[in-house]
């Protein structure tokens, strides 16, 4: 009887997170229709984009042998992001972009450190091992996206976003061999 109780809880929460609409990473996939939020018309900013990482895990241990296993996913919140109608122009969409695409590269670097896990290091506290890995790499995200905000002025300085661009490219090609 618990078996079914289960599932059906299980059910029943995946259909609750599916009405939680996400775009999930694609290059050059947002658009200014994506960004449906109402603008804080307060804010300085002209657009803000709201993307994170989504990350789930299970641990099996098979007979001795522990096996990890993961799904790490970036994602952009169409009803938490906005844009400014007078503001809606392509060089800024290309920003917000790369607020995504820096989203992406932190999904991939998760993926590669969560590969190359030493599985016996989750024997004693999984849970606390696999936190430990995504907030470090959560914090990276946080950082460089502060980080590309200052350096390129929140879009103003269009050298500094240019570097930004190549560097976020070249990055996302580094670690392609761990791209969803």
Request: zero cysteines; a neutral charge.
């Amino acid at each position: 009887m618990k078996f079914y109780f289960i599932v059906f809880l299980l059910s029943s929460l995946n259909v609750f997170a599916q009405n939680v609409e996400k775009i999930y990473w694609v290059e050059d996939g947002l658009s200014w229709k994506n960004f449906k939020a109402i603008p804080d018309e307060a804010s300085k900013f002209d657009a803000n984009t709201n993307a994170g990482l989504s990350f789930s895990w299970g641990v099996k241990n098979n007979n001795g042998a522990i096996e990890l296993t993961y799904e790490v996913i970036s994602y952009f919140n169409p009803h938490l992001s906005w844009v400014k109608k007078e503001s809606d122009n392509d060089y800024l969409l290309k920003h917000e972009q790369l607020h995504f695409d820096i989203t992406e590269l932190h999904a991939r670097k998760l993926r590669k450190k969560l590969s190359e896990v030493d599985t016996r290091s989750l024997l004693k506290d999984p849970k606390a091992v696999l936190t430990r890995i995504y907030q470090s790499v959560e914090n990276e995200r946080t950082s460089m996206q502060s980080k590309f905000d200052k350096e390129s002025r929140h879009s103003l300085d269009k050298d500094g976003e240019a570097r930004w661009r190549h560097f976020v490219k070249s990055e996302l090609l580094r670690y392609e061999d761990v791209a969803s």
